[in-house]
């Protein structure tokens, strides 16, 4: 009888994170019905030793409509650029089905340039983060102000961090810098960090 109630209890676990679409495997549409999906097999792992080859599917969502719509692309092609030169075992990809969905925010929050919300679920598995990333923000005199490329991509590379696990580091130069609940000890968790680029000044001046 125990082995039936711990099969039970297994079970029902189970199926709440599949109807939770928290495993770390999905399925997709084709023109034949629905089929496993092959990529989002493949996931972010915490556990996961750093110097093993982690695949990380991306996607990124149309870019509100700013002045300039292509800064934003190209500082997410340098932002994954420099994690891959920096840590040759990761590999980003692009895809539908993926593991690390980015949003474009036109305005940055009272609180932050770019947010990061993760989902995880059994052994560490992490199987789907959103990644709100500031593309402007409004100056004294409430008008719009572009990000330069060079901020995005900090911004960029920051949240990418946070969806490899990394946490924040009281340094204030360093890429994963923050005065919100800093580690006494930074854990790199065997990955090297890219550091911040240069930003342009962006807003005015005389308020």
């Keep these: 009888?125990?082995?039936i109630f711990v099969l039970i209890v297994v079970v029902s676990i189970i199926g709440y994170a599949w109807y939770a679409d928290l495993l770390p495997f999905g399925f997709e549409t084709s023109s034949n019905g629905f089929s496993p999906s092959i990529e989002n097999i493949q996931q972010i792992s915490n556990i996961v030793a750093s110097d093993e080859h982690q695949i990380i599917y991306y996607s990124f969502e149309d870019v509100p409509n700013i002045p300039n719509e292509q800064i934003p692309v190209d500082a997410l092609k340098k932002a994954i650029d420099t994690w891959e030169t920096l840590?040759?075992?990761?590999?980003?990809?692009?895809?539908e089905n993926s593991n690390i969905e980015i949003k474009w925010q036109k305005y940055s929050s009272v609180n932050h340039t770019g947010l990061a919300t993760c989902n995880s679920v059994?052994?560490?598995?992490?199987t789907h983060c959103v990644l709100e990333i500031s593309v402007g923000a409004e100056d004294c005199n409430s008008n719009f102000v572009q990000?330069?490329?060079?901020?995005v991509?900090?911004?960029l590379m920051h949240e990418i961090g946070h969806a490899l696990g990394l946490g924040h580091s009281s340094?204030?130069?360093?890429?994963?810098?923050?005065?919100?609940?800093?580690?006494?000890?930074?854990?790199?968790?065997?990955?090297?960090l890219p550091e911040r680029f240069e930003e342009l000044y962006v807003g005015q001046k005389l308020m």
Excluded: A, R
């Design 87 to 95: 840590n040759p075992n990761l590999e980003f990809i692009q895809s």
């Design 147 to 151: 990000n330069d490329e060079n901020m």
């Design 122 to 126: 059994l052994f560490g598995i992490l």
């Design 171 to 192: 340094e204030k130069n360093h890429l994963m810098y923050s005065t919100e609940s800093p580690q006494i000890t930074f854990d790199t968790k065997g990955y090297v």
């Design 1 to 3: 009888m125990k082995g």
């Design 153 to 155: 991509t900090n911004i």
